[in-house]
Structure formats: structure tokens, C-alpha cells
């Protein structure tokens, strides 16, 4: 099955400063990856995603590239808030649809 | 208004009993998920249903548990006989289709003592 491996796991940025974090994945039959926020006492929200077509997806401050051929995508957060504070989860997608989860990041933006 | 409702928000239960988690996820979607998340822990997927039947389960998803969409509406995740290590946080997630993301719930907090 798909393994999903996801760094940093914990991550502190001064406000403004921009958040990368990173996953890797194994199954190159993967063809679909979503990012996820996790407020606390929350269910995950879907932020941005990317389908295996295409190399980089950008939405306001949030971009997610990937590379197929390295089996890797990325989430960037640029300018960030105080707001943005969360744990983050990559995915990947599995056969039957079901998503396998990064260990999750979490996010810290220091005002 | 969210788009899915899990209740109860937190459930405790003494070890081996049954406990019954609801989901309504207010559309006419065809795919739900159940999900887990152990404290501090990724989230891990239990089983997807598709048309009323289940159509993917993990390891996890041993005969402890059942789901059921008892009336067109509601989702429900069954455990029979809890143990301790099912304590976690439990998600249920509607999906528009393959490839796609889907919408989690808030999530039940499920404490096996």
C-alpha cells in the first residue's frame, strides 16, 4: 500500500515568513494529493490540492508543487498568520479511493 | 451550518461495550469514510462506503466493526466490544468521487475506561 512520509513535524515561523512543508510518497500509481488543516477539537479542511498532471497549484498564499518523478509534493504558505497556526497533513491517495495521511505538521506563526 | 455532523461529540465507554457513532452528512453524495485518529497521531483510514455497501476496509477494520446507512441519511460506525486502544478521535468524510477531496466532520471523541 501507499506510505506517506511528511516533514517537518513540528514547525515555528516568525508572522510574515513563509512555511514549507514537505511529503513524500511511495506508490507512483498515486495520481491525486490533498492538503489538510486541523484546528484544534476540529475535523481536518481541505486547503489545497494536486492532481498528478500538473506540477505546481497556487490559491492566494498557499501553493503546493509536486514532483512525480521524485515522489514528492510540498505545501507552501507564504506571508503567514497568526492564523495559520494548525497541524497540516499531506495525502496521497490510495486504490479505493481511501487517502493515506502524512504524521502531520505542526504549524506555529509567531506574531 | 456544517456540511457534516457527527454526534455525539464525545462519547466515553467502559471497555467491551458497544458504541454506535452517527454521521448525517446532509447531501446526496454516494461516497463516505470513516476514519481514525489516535491522540498525537496521523489519521488512518477504517473504510469507505460506496452505494450502500462497503467498498474498501483497512486492517483496522477487523470484525469489531460495522457500518450502516440505516436510513438514507445517517452513516454509522459500530464497535462492539471496545477495547482500550480504540480510544481516538473518529472521522466521518462524504466525497464527490474518485480523485477528489473530501469533507471531514468535526469529529467524535471516543474514551474507552
Known amino acids: 500500500g501507499e506510505n506517506v512520509e511528511q516533514h517537518p513535524s513540528t514547525l515555528s515561523v516568525q508572522e510574515g515568513d513563509s512555511a514549507v512543508i514537505k511529503c513524500t510518497y511511495s506508490d507512483s500509481a498515486s495520481n491525486y494529493f490533498p492538503w489538510y488543516k486541523q484546528e484544534l477539537g476540529k475535523g481536518p479542511q481541505l486547503i489545497i490540492d494536486?492532481?498528478?498532471?500538473?506540477g505546481e497549484k497556487k490559491d492566494q498564499r498557499i501553493a503546493v508543487t509536486l514532483n512525480k518523478t521524485a515522489k514528492h509534493f510540498s505545501l507552501h504558505i507564504t506571508e503567514t498568520q497568526p492564523e495559520d497556526s494548525a497541524v497540516y497533513f499531506c495525502a496521497a491517495i490510495g486504490t479505493g479511493n481511501q487517502f493515506y495521511f502524512g504524521t502531520g505538521t505542526s504549524l506555529t506563526v509567531i506574531p | 451550518e456544517p456540511e457534516v455532523t457527527q454526534t455525539p461529540s464525545h462519547q466515553v465507554t467502559q471497555m467491551g461495550q458497544e458504541v454506535i457513532l452517527r454521521c448525517v452528512p446532509i447531501s446526496n453524495h454516494l461516497y463516505f469514510y470513516w476514519y481514525r485518529q489516535i491522540l498525537g497521531q496521523k489519521v488512518e483510514f477504517l473504510v469507505s462506503?460506496?452505494?450502500?455497501?462497503?467498498?474498501?476496509k483497512s486492517e483496522i477494520f477487523d470484525d469489531q466493526f460495522s457500518v450502516e446507512r440505516p436510513d438514507g441519511s445517517n452513516f454509522t460506525l459500530k464497535i462492539r466490544s471496545t477495547k482500550l486502544e480504540d480510544s481516538a478521535m473518529y472521522f466521518c468524510a462524504r466525497g464527490t468521487g474518485v480523485n477528489y477531496g473530501y469533507t471531514f466532520g468535526s469529529g467524535t471523541r471516543l474514551t474507552v475506561v
Open positions: 462506503f460506496y452505494n450502500n455497501e462497503i467498498s474498501e
Open positions: 494536486i492532481r498528478s498532471n500538473v
